[in-house]
């Protein structure tokens, strides 16, 4: 399991919950490459990502689109998308919706993950079945 932060300093948290930290920036596309490297599933998780209400647009239009082209020549058969958070749910639809036109397109299964992230365990069973599912070729699963 690999995670990825833009912040150095943050690391060691990724770290210390089991996963390999990557340093990368999602405005940077090329800077997140090595995340993918042998990875099977790729879990898009800014649901509630910080930023203006241009720089989360960015994010969750030409920088998710810019990402999930880029991860088509990876070993990523499957990506999860969290679709719920305190990022306007308008910005997070057309993030769904990009996500839902790509993997359709490239034949990747994908799934909309819809739990709420403040039941953390709610949210990390869904997450988990949301992976499951994306493995298990489950077009367009929702959680």
């Known amino acids: 399991m690999r995670g990825t932060t833009r912040e150095l300093a943050r690391a060691g948290e990724i770290e210390a919950a089991g996963a390999e ?30 930023g203006s209400p241009e720089q989360l647009a960015a994010l969750h239009g030409s920088r998710l689109e810019m990402l999930l082209t880029r991860m088509v020549d990876t070993t990523v058969r499957g990506v999860v998308y969290e679709a ?14 990009l996500v839902r036109a790509r993997c359709e397109d490239s034949r990747i299964p994908y799934v909309l993950l819809r739990a709420d992230a403040r039941d953390a365990a709610v949210w990390t069973a869904c997450a988990v079945a949301a992976v499951g599912s994306a493995l298990d070729g489950d077009p367009g699963g929702r959680r």
């Open 21 to 50: 930290a990557v340093v990368g920036d999602p405005d940077v596309i090329g800077t997140l490459g090595r995340a993918f490297d042998h990875v099977a599933v790729a879990c898009i998780l800014l649901g509630s990502a910080a």
């Open 84 to 97: 719920t958070g305190s990022v306007d749910p308008a910005v997070l639809e057309a993030g769904g919706a």
